[in-house]
């Protein structure tokens, strides 16, 4: 049974840095697409950032396009999300989530399996 864990959320001014981890135990981090997703109470989850092995360019949603950086570390057995310009738009509890690969990315949180508990970001001055 392959487990998520995140870490690395907290308070930020706008404008400020976080970078999430997604330690990711019970299976080898390349056979997995790995997403991030985000979630405000009363809204729907929103899928962020998903890499996969099979795809060169990996996914970024409009709001976070240009801003964020996902990468997977295959010796950590852990995929990051390095969050830099925070907005106020961007709070949230960020999770990530895992499905088996199969060459592509998935945007949509039913695509995966396993889900990780969650951190909060803030964002506030």
């Known amino acids: 049974q392959v487990q998520l864990v995140e870490s690395g959320g907290g308070l930020v001014q706008p404008g400020g840095s976080l970078k999430l981890s997604c330690v990711i135990s019970g299976g080898s981090v390349d056979d997995y697409v790995i997403g991030w997703f985000r979630q405000i109470p009363g809204k729907e989850r929103e899928g962020v950032s998903g890499?996969?092995?099979?795809?060169?360019?990996?996914f970024y949603s409009k709001s976070v396009k240009g801003r964020f950086t996902i990468a997977k570390d295959k010796g950590a057995n852990t995929v990051y999300l390095q969050m830099n310009s925070l907005k106020p738009e961007d709070p949230g509890v960020y999770s990530c989530?895992?499905?088996?690969?199969?060459?592509?990315?998935?945007?949509?949180?039913?695509?995966?399996?396993?889900w990780g508990q969650g951190t909060q970001v803030s964002v506030s001055s």
């Open positions: 989530a895992a499905a088996p690969e199969r060459g592509m990315v998935y945007r949509h949180a039913a695509a995966y399996h396993f």
């Open positions: 890499i996969s092995r099979g795809v060169v360019t990996p």
